[in-house]
């Protein structure tokens, strides 16, 4: 059981170059999420999807694309990449059970856009 | 205005002794969720508790607890029997909307815990 997976764990990439960060979970979780972390802050989140085939903007969603064709991977594009858009990305997974919701986490990818 | 104020920047605390880390909040709605999370040095993400607003017991989950005070709007996370290995920085955050909703969760400007040995 690895728990929630992100790839890759750090990509450099010039203003203007596209880039596809994967997500990847074995716990069979409806719902994912993909979320920022800048310096000094808290998560932003950026997309999320409750299920296979849909997904849903959060509060940061200009500037990437998502999709969710299998239930186990949850992909965030770059289009365009720019500069404000370095950041540390986290995906995450959950499930509701009887003590509410509990949620995992990937270890990150740390993104320059130069 | 600030949906979650998380006023320590930093604490310290000795091995073995309890401590709180507080969290307030701001919504008008009556069903929400609040969540705590541990960051350390190493950057990953940890989600530590989970509260929802209609739930009348107080979360606990091993050494950590959510102290929550609904008319205060606050909820604190005490850590008991600090270890060194919850130095870290702690985040609150809470989610709006119907329980088993997947809107926007909010975070705060999070706590530096150290723990001394």
């Known amino acids: 059981n690895a728990g929630v997976t992100q790839t890759p764990k750090f990509r450099v990439l010039k203003t203007g170059q596209s880039m596809t960060l994967l997500c990847a979970q074995d716990m069979n979780h409806e719902y994912m999420y993909w979320y920022r972390q800048d310096p000094g802050m808290g998560l932003r989140l950026i997309h999320y999807s409750v299920g296979e085939g849909t997904t849903a903007k959060g509060e940061v969603p200009d500037g990437y694309n998502v999709s969710r064709l299998k239930k186990q991977n949850f992909l965030l594009g770059l289009e365009s990449a720019a500069p404000s858009q370095t950041s540390v990305y986290f995906c995450?997974?959950?499930?509701?059970?009887?003590?509410?919701?509990?949620?995992?986490f990937g270890p990150g990818t740390r993104l320059l856009v130069l | 205005a600030q949906k979650i104020t998380q006023t320590q920047p930093g604490m310290f605390v000795q091995e073995k002794e309890a401590v709180t880390l507080d969290c307030t909040y701001d919504t008008s709605d009556q069903s929400y969720g609040l969540f705590w999370y541990k960051q350390p040095s190493s950057g990953e993400m940890i989600f530590l508790i989970y509260?929802?607003?209609?739930?009348?017991q107080n979360a606990t989950e091993g050494r950590y607890s959510l102290n929550f005070q609904k008319a205060r709007k606050s909820a604190n996370l005490v850590i008991s029997a600090s270890q060194l290995g919850d130095s870290a920085m702690y985040f609150c955050a809470m989610r709006e909307g119907r329980v088993r909703s997947q809107g926007n969760l909010i975070f705060g400007k999070g706590t530096k815990l150290s723990v001394k040995p």
């Open positions: 995450a997974s959950s499930y509701w059970g009887a003590a509410g919701e509990t949620q995992y």
């Open positions: 509260q929802g607003s209609y739930d009348e």
